[in-house]
């Protein structure tokens, strides 16, 4: 199965020929969406061509920053934020010709923006529980689409992750509940994966919120054992966990194209042999009374 990239390709685009070349050095102003909500605005002003700014807009920014999200931000933009753009949560300011010495790293952090924001409540995690620290029982929980959540609850040796998914669409219900079984099922068959589990009630580890059960919505939990987040593996986890929901419904849809392919196929199929059954045209010469011939084609009405 194809895994989503963690990157904005747009992002590491636009900034890479701009490090690279002065002719695109020019004034812009882009406007980018990206997963989950997220959307980004490049700019770059008339004055100043060798600056340019990027910010993002994200509806759950500050709930991310009382879970750690601030000190892991700045430990990895440092001198590059600057006080937010207006109707944006985080700004950067990028001076090309000061950067030119680290253009690859920042171009890498800036395309990981995204991910570098929802992920830092779990980078932060990760690392408290690799310490040894104790984050208490709390368990935080972060609503990152409409009416869809994601729950983190430490422990002293694991990490449980706990998504609530919507499936607006009764198709999408069905094909998400045999792909969610289907998934945890697997996981229970690779070595060393995360424990996962499937669930249309809320489970335990969330029952603090008081959840209802709703035909509607599925919840999916993913255990991380400390063998998940250690040093070599913990900036992968943070790749991969949290684009999990996008995940699924990426493969849902690649799903159900599949399928109208596959019933289109078919139709065409069946209008062959329909096709292939149709009888042939008749010609029958006819005189008239005095004697004139005439040639009458007989039609057949297609399928």
């Given at each position: 199965m194809i895994i989503i990239s963690p990157e904005n390709r747009i992002l590491r685009d636009v900034l890479t020929k701009r490090f690279k070349s002065q002719n695109e050095r020019i004034p812009c102003d882009i406007v980018i969406a990206d997963f989950d909500g997220v959307t980004y605005h490049i700019l770059t002003l008339r004055e100043e061509t060798n600056v340019v700014y990027v910010s993002v807009s994200i509806r759950i920014f500050e709930e991310l920053l009382n879970f750690g999200a601030q000190d892991i931000l700045t430990r990895i933009y440092g001198d590059l934020i600057v006080d937010p753009e207006e109707g944006y949560d985080f700004s950067l300011?990028?001076?090309?010709?000061?950067?030119k010495s680290d253009a690859a790293k920042i171009i890498k952090d800036v395309a990981l923006l995204r991910r570098n924001i929802i992920g830092a409540p779990f980078l932060?995690?990760?690392?408290?529980?690799?310490?040894?620290?104790d984050l208490g029982d709390q368990t935080a929980k972060f609503e990152y689409r409409s009416e869809e959540s994601i729950f983190l609850k430490p422990s002293t040796d694991k990490v449980t992750v706990v998504f609530s998914i919507l499936f607006k669409d009764?198709?999408?219900?069905?094909?998400?509940?045999?792909?969610?079984?289907?998934?945890?099922?697997?996981?229970?068959?690779v070595r060393n994966a995360p424990y996962v589990t499937y669930s249309k009630v809320p489970p335990q580890e969330i029952?603090?919120?008081?959840l209802k059960?709703?035909?509607?919505?599925?919840?999916?939990?993913?255990v991380l054992f400390e063998r998940h987040f250690d040093t070599r593996k913990r900036g992968t986890s943070v790749d991969l966990i949290p684009s999990l929901r996008d995940y699924i419904h990426y493969h849902l849809k690649c799903c159900k194209a599949y399928l109208h392919q596959r019933m289109r196929a078919r139709v065409n199929e069946f209008y062959k042999v329909l096709n292939r059954a149709r009888p042939q045209i008749e010609n029958k010469e006819k005189k008239t009374m005095s004697g004139r011939t005439f040639k009458q084609q007989k039609t057949v009405k297609r399928w």
């Open positions: 300011r990028i001076d090309l010709e000061e950067k932060f995690v990760f690392e408290a529980v690799s310490r040894g620290e009764k198709d999408d219900q069905v094909f998400g509940q045999v792909f969610l079984k289907e998934f945890a099922s697997q996981a229970k068959k029952e603090e919120f008081q059960e709703r035909d509607d919505v599925a919840y999916l939990s993913v």
